[in-house]
């Protein structure tokens, strides 16, 4: 979703904000812009639809520069996407704004500053923050004034950072449900929406709290809160690698990262899993005090997040003998639910920044919740900072706009909350043998499933003209067809739909022929007796399959069906195997279609409005 960046410096900030952009594409967006203040008093702006490199081939062109500068990547919310909507936008070549959120009452704004006489160049609402501002100080406020001034009358969200042509030695800078993180540099500093922009240039970030307002100069951070008090906030040094922007000889950064999954499955165990047992303490400091009393446990989270946060669900009441349940946080959030006594409120995020997750967690914090835990790969983020507990998944970067190593690593992190729930909770020792057991195992276990990456390569030809797909999966597979059919969606742009195949007889099965390829998870667990069925029942009604099937459950392709063996698990490990062979396929179908497989249309990486 929409990008910042910002500098103040006393060198030309131009490549600096470009490389930040170049690093935040990866967001999803739709356009780009950039506007910079020169030593002489000009405010200078560029703006493109399309990619950051059309923004920097018009500024190689037509070249800008200044030490004080903004930048933005649109992913279109209010006004289509062309350049009078693109930001930076401006109030009467004096006031600079960019901004990510949605001002919720603009309408109103707009009337009001129209009636005073300004003129609206854009569709946005963004635009109302220029205005709003530019009014401020012509009432002779300085800019830290006039932007405090002017959020006061702002409902919605916003991360913005705002220039003032009559003073270009400071930005400003504002923070409410959209994040912000400062950069500090030596005699120079910067802005971002995400620190990920900011990599080449420092590794010490202060991350905004919500309201907060902050002045920053070449030397200066000043921060204040939602009261307008001047306040401290923490430094924190980056442990994220400067090169996670690297495709690394892959053609896409969604294959890179589903060929990182044993590596990151393993980080995120290592130091955590003993031989026979968890490392004490591990979801943070006091965690097993809180553990050892829940009773339930809530779940919440939004796209593949909250396919991982159903996976753990079966393995919670299998396993742990929790009560569980799970929701989309969009949902959650406006909807009156009844809270459990003794229950644990685990948000799930990669980012850590979803806005409706956020405002979930909040509201779950207002309802009586004995404890939240965030299971959350960005150290720092609003989720982690908000929540009483958090276990961070080690996946590092993820770029690629569709989830797959942040998804493998979150499920790896519930096995092992499922091991901490249910030490308190008579969980069977031969159950926790066979966690413990598969979570040793498995980073070897995705090494051997990815080697049957040729077989689906080969296999993704089928499916390349075609409309519609449907992935069948029971128990505790049923939510990782739920992903695969996630992951074809999002990049191959094929209609797919997933269903838990006991479901089959109540509607699907109407829709089953030759044009509808059926794809089948079945491990050899318990329940294979009942999908071979459900298998029987596509077959006869002369649908084509592709079953993902290990070896012991004994599928032999025919000429309906196509069998791919996956490495035989412990039981379970068997969603996290049955993933990848999921992900290859959705990757191997978008390549031969020619989609954008990492940056997939009209989708962002991370949804910071609702
Ligand atoms: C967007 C992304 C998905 C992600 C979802 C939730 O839709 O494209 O890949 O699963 O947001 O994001 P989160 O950061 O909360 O996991």
Redesign the pocket.
Known sequence: MCGIVGAIAERNVVEILLEGLRRLEYRGYDSAGVALLDGEGNLKRERQVGKVKALSDAIIAKPIKGATGIAHTRWATHGGVNEKNAHPHFSNERIAVVHNGIIENYEALRRDLQAKGYTFGSDTDTETIAHTVHEEVKKGKDLLLAVQDSVKQFHGAYGTVIMDKEDANRVVVARSGSPLVIGLGIGENFIASDQMALLPVTRRFIFLEEGDVAEITRTSVTIYDHNGDKVEREVFDSELEHDAGDKGGYRHYMLKEIHEQPTVVRNTLQGRLGETDLVEGIFGAGSEDILKDIKHVQII?????YHSGMTARYWLEQYANVSCNVEIASEFRYRKSVVHPNSLIVT????G??AD?LAALRLAKQNGYKSSLTICNVPGSSLVRESDMAFMTLAGAEIG???TK?FTTQLTAFLMLTLAIGKYNGMLAADKKAIIDGLHSLPTKLEETLTLTNGIEQLAEEFADKQHSLFLGRGDQYPIAMEGALKLKEISYIHAEAYASGELKHGPLALIDEEMPVIVVAPNNELLEKLKSNVEEVRARGGIMYVFADKEAQFASDETMRVINVPHCEAPIAPIVYTLPLQLLSYYVAVIKGTDVDQPRN?????TVE
């Open positions: 989270a939004c796209g593949t997040s799930i995020s990669q980012s920044e979803t997750t706009v569709a989830s942040a989708l962002a990486k991370s949804v």
